[in-house]
């Protein structure tokens, strides 16, 4: 039997002194180099098939693409940063997952940062990732310090400001109003027939937008006293759980309370059922954001939807139209709205 050369019992042990190319994959997969450059950075031009043979080749030989490389010969990345408040709530997961599934989708990697809720957090951020060069950003919200909007404009790099819509964008807005959310709350629930609102927040500028605008339509009903407890990040149950125990000891208990998250009124649910109140027979609770778990909490929990997974989408559809050339510049926001959901708990 012919001896064999080093090249090619590294391609069949899939280890060597030097590291494999796409040129080896190529000759493994029986394709050519440019065929499998697109299937890894270009899928849509190459048939679903031909792309998952060569994945499987990749995987089967242990080929790392060279993204550097990549990126220099073709001044690209491939990389997007998602800036978002915080992992650790859920309340930002539907919207982040489809974002990534769609920019995975066409060939994107994402890249996620916290900022912790603060502004001089995601400054920092944002100054390391830039130096990266990434193809395009996603924010959290329209709040970013006067370096922060300086740095992005300077770097001409598309930039999508979620879960959130102002008169002043960076460069492109996919989200919705939280002034309306609150115009629309206090509209619904005052027409049911609720007279003692209440809000239990963490500190967050978004929410506090939310609550002051809840605020200011229930004075147009003739309600002045709206208890508000403001608590501090982040959210969990045991805020919740606090944010009812104050509300309870105020000389008039609420009727409704509206929580700046799901997370924070399910803290109020857990702390309402140890108290021996009944929802919502003694008080009626609302979440917002609509997580996973909000239908099946006991009661079902009523909130408020932000149609993350399509907000999510749409983010990743308006990066990509800048990215191909394709986007209608003179469009800069887009409003995926919201939807108030009644359930067992109000």
Known sequence: MAKKSKREIALTTGSSNSPLTVADVAVKAGVSPITVSRALNRPELVSDATRQHVLEVVREMGYVPNLLAGSL?????RLVAILLPTIANSI???????IMDRLTEAGYQSLLGPTGYSPEKEEALLEAILGRRPDGIVLTGTLHTEASRSRLA?????????????????????GFSHEKVGEVVADHFFAKGYRRFSVVSVDDPRAIRRCDSLIARLKTYGLDQVP???????????????GLKRLQQRETPPELIFCSSDTLAFGVLAEAALQGLRVPQDIAVLGFGDITNAKFAHPALSTVSVNAASMGREIAEALLKRFSGTADLSVSQMDTGFELIERAST
């Open 73 to 77: 010969a073709s001044s690209k990345s």
């Open 92 to 98: 930002f997961a539907g919207a982040v997952q489809a």
């Open 154 to 174: 300077s770097a001409g790099i598309p930039v999508v400001e979620a879960w959130d819509l102002s008169e002043t964008a960076l460069d492109m807005q996919v």
């Open 228 to 242: 508000v407890e403001i608590l501090p990040l982040p959210a969990t149950w045991e805020v919740g759980r606090e």
